[in-house]
């Protein structure tokens, strides 16, 4: 044990862990050269091949549903507003389309609407898929589909 007591051999445990705890706490992953993954790698001749993968932060992303799945979806999300393609924040028009809504003790909500193939949309003459570029500012619509308040996939988007 008296190699712990050498000053460099201090060092070099102490700089060991600091860098093992940044790989840990920060979400990073040490792997071997065989481990198939997506990962970049650092040569260095001193040091036999290591692998560092770096993950992105997970976020909680609403996937849109495939056409077929989406006539068995449950709809959690029903509600009227104006269908809105204006950004106040940069005073322009958008491809995204959001839909403004009211509920007691919070007047102005704000949903973006997330269309796919399996999306269906009445603008007054039946149901067909939707096209975003026959949808106006300030419609007033009622919207089906499955999400939340901040996001929702459109199911059916009927203009009233």
């Keep these: 044990m008296n190699w712990i007591y050498n000053k460099d051999m201090k060092k070099l445990i102490i700089f060991c862990f600091i860098i093992i705890s940044a790989f840990i706490f920060s979400g990073c992953q040490l792997s071997t ?15 036999s091949s290591v692998s ?35 950004d106040s924040r940069t005073e322009t028009y958008t491809q995204d389309w959001t839909l403004l809504w009211g509920k007691p003790g919070n007047p102005a909500v704000v949903t973006k609407l997330i269309f796919n193939a399996g999306s269906l949309c009445n603008l007054g003459q039946g149901y067909e898929v939707c096209d975003k570029n026959k949808l106006n500012n300030g419609d007033r619509a009622r ?9 929702v996939i459109v199911v059916k988007l009927e203009k009233i």
Excluded: R
């Design 33 to 47: 050269p065989n481990t198939p993954s997506n990962s970049e790698t650092f040569n260095n001749p001193s040091v």
């Design 143 to 151: 919207v089906d589909g499955q999400g939340t308040e901040t996001e």
């Design 52 to 86: 560092v993968e770096v993950k992105p932060p997970q976020s909680p992303v609403i996937q849109p549903l495939p056409p077929a799945s989406q006539a068995a979806a449950v709809i959690n999300f029903s509600h009227e507003g104006e269908t809105i393609n204006w």
